[in-house]
Nanobody, 115 residues
Framework: QVQLVESGGGLVQPGGSLSLSCTAS????????MSWYRQAPGKERELVAR????????NYADSVKGRFTISRDNTKKTVYLQMNSLKPEDTAVYYC????????WGQGTQVTVSS
């Protein structure tokens, strides 16, 4: 059974930091490109960061470049998103995504940036 389980969301003040984790099971994690997406209320889901299987190569949305860092540990089947200098506009549900010849989604974790 395929599972992507996110954790680490919560409430943080502007300028603060959060670290998200997504642990996978049920598929060959090391062969999949892993991504974090987010969806704010009333907005479409958008790509935040992506990390490929080999290399790995990383890509970021312009809005998070220099503040967020995506990384992966294939031995732990986990992808991480370190989020620094958080802004209120980063408030959203964050989803983990795995893509190769199939695509899988996690259930999402809420991140709220507010004073």
């Amino acid at each position: 059974q395929v599972q992507l389980v996110e954790s680490g969301g919560g409430l943080v003040q502007p300028g603060g930091s959060l670290s998200l984790s997504c642990t996978a099971s049920g598929f060959t994690f090391s062969r999949y490109t892993m991504s974090w997406y987010r969806q704010a209320p009333g907005k479409e889901r958008e790509l935040v960061a992506r990390i490929t299987d080999g290399g790995p190569t990383t890509n970021y949305a312009d809005s998070v470049k220099g503040r967020f860092t995506i990384s992966r540990d294939n031995t732990k089947k986990t992808v991480y998103l370190q989020m620094n200098s958080l802004k209120p506009e980063d408030t959203a549900v964050y989803y983990c995504n795995a893509r190769f010849w199939q695509q899988f989604w996690g259930q999402g974790t809420q991140v709220t940036v507010s004073s």
